[in-house]
Structure formats: C-alpha cells, structure tokens
C-alpha cells in the first residue's frame, strides 16, 4: 500500500505555478551539507534545514528499529534455534537502513527546497493556456 501511495506521488506530480519572489541568500541550505549531517546521524539534516518536527520523527524511528533489533538479537543469542528472533532482528536491521536512507535523501530535496519560494502559490488557469493536439496519419 505504502508502494503504491509512494508511486503515484512520483507518478503524477502536482505543479503549482506562482509568483516568483526574492529569495533571500541566508535561506539557501547546501544539499551536500544536510546528506552528510544526516549520514552522521539520522535527523541531524533535518535540523540543519530546520525541520525540527522531522528529524525528531526521524531520530524516533531509528532508536526505536535498533533497540527492536537488539532486543531481538538478545532473544536469539539466548536461543539460537529461535529463528523467529533472527528473522525479526535482520527485518528490524533492514528498517532501520531505510529509515537511514530515507532520511538522508528528505535532508537532500528539504536542502534543494530550501531556496524556493514560500509565498502564497496560485494556480491561475485562466492566465495560461494549453493546447493539445493528437495527429494521426496513416
């Protein structure tokens, strides 16, 4: 379900058309700056985008998949025959990669982001005009 939402978000992009403002120089953030904030630790390029509400979802999320995994690792140290707990500690690990990724790529489009304008965006149909054609010839 989750692939899906993902990949009709991606499929069909809304585009918004507004004024253009001046951006200010301070409010520009460098992209290679948040990935690497990020790649140090998962929500530090949040903050550097100033997106406190994200990095401390971020952060959440993977202390909570490591202590997940590493609960499920003491299970099976305890029984190795215990495959379940080897099975939900590699899948706890693998959350936790992707929520390391994914945080790192959010700081990187949040960074590029940040030099757009923040104004009010207007959809204006009526200032623009489209016009499609479809020919065939046989």
Known sequence: MLMKCLFMCLLFPVILIGQEEGI?????????????????????GQ?????????GIFSGFEVYTLYKAHIFHEDYQQD???????????????YAAGVYVYAMLDAYVDAHLSSFPEGNLVFNPVDRSFQFALILEF
């Open 24 to 44: 200010p120089v301070d409010s520009y953030k460098n992209p290679r700056t948040a990935v690497l904030c990020s790649a140090l630790f998962p929500g530090a």
């Open 47 to 55: 903050i550097y985008n100033g997106k406190w509400l994200k990095a």
């Open 80 to 94: 190795p025959t215990n495959k379940n707990a080897q099975i939900n500690r590699n899948k706890h690990l693998w």
